[in-house]
T-cell receptor
Framework: GAVVSQHPSWVICKSGTSVKIECRSL??????MFWYRQFPKQSLMLMAT?????????EQGVEKDKFLINHASLTLSTLTVTSAHPEDSSFYIC????????????FGSGTRLTVV | RKEVEQDPGPFNVPEGATVAFNCTYS??????FFWYRQDCRKEPKLLMS???SGNEDGRFTAQLNRASQYISLLIRDSKLSDSATYLC????????????FGKGTLLTVNP
């Protein structure tokens, strides 16, 4: 079945630094990937839709200059949290949609970011 | 109004109980509907897609009511291993197929 690999699984970084999260579709081509953020006891909130070869579409309230998304190939999308602050600490999850696939959307295993 | 609203829960039920989850959605153009299960600190995993005619998978039954814009999930004979957060999700072609989730309902099945 469709597999999406997300790295790293967890990361601890200092305030002011940047963190890059990678999401790869391993056995299918994902023209569109979605990035979500989930705070404790909250639902998954869509941050942006990443389109291969074009600019990402950000949801209202999400700063595009802070959360940089690059989708340079059909199998890789990256999210960079720039100048991270403690309030950015969250669980970040990517998802890829496999058109016509039975699973519909395949999720990465998530990245738990802690900013200290 | 939120795009997807879900029973807040939490639900605490004994083993063997039947439990139902409900979600309503605001976008009448929504096309696809799903129920996901999420374990603590893990990614969501697809439990079932929801079809117009309703569908069943073992102890799980999903229903869709387009007129009233709600979906439901019924779990029969609940097991300890069913303890998790259940999230409904919808998408539409007009929104570039982005998947919008409900807040999730925590289910705890007790021995």
């Amino acid at each position: 079945g469709a597999v999406v690999s997300q790295h790293p699984s967890w990361v601890i970084c200092k305030s002011g630094t940047s963190v890059k999260i990678e999401c790869r579709s391993l056995d299918f081509q994902a023209t569109t990937m979605f990035w979500y953020r989930q705070f404790p006891k909250q639902s998954l909130m869509l941050m942006a839709t990443s389109n291969e070869g074009s600019k990402a579409t950000y949801e209202q309230g999400v700063e595009k200059d802070k959360f940089l998304i690059n989708h340079a190939s059909l199998t890789l999308s990256t999210l960079t949290v720039t100048s991270a602050h403690p309030e950015d600490s969250s669980f970040y999850i990517c998802s890829a949609r496999e058109p016509g696939g039975k699973a519909g959307y395949t999720f990465g295993s998530g990245t738990r970011l802690t900013v200290v | 109004r939120k795009e997807v609203e879900q029973d807040p829960g939490p639900f605490n039920v004994p083993e063997g109980a039947t439990v139902a989850f409900n979600c309503t959605y605001s976008n009448s153009a929504s096309q696809s509907f799903f129920w996901y299960r999420q374990d603590c600190r893990k990614e969501p995993k697809l439990l079932m897609s929801v079809y117009s005619s309703g569908n069943e998978d073992g102890r799980f039954t999903a229903q869709l009511n387009r007129a009233s814009q709600y979906i439901s999930l019924l779990i029969r004979d609940s097991k300890l291993s069913d303890s998790a957060t259940y999230l409904c999700a919808v998408n539409s072609e007009s929104s570039n197929y982005k998947l919008t989730f409900g807040k999730g309902t925590l289910l705890t099945v007790n021995p």
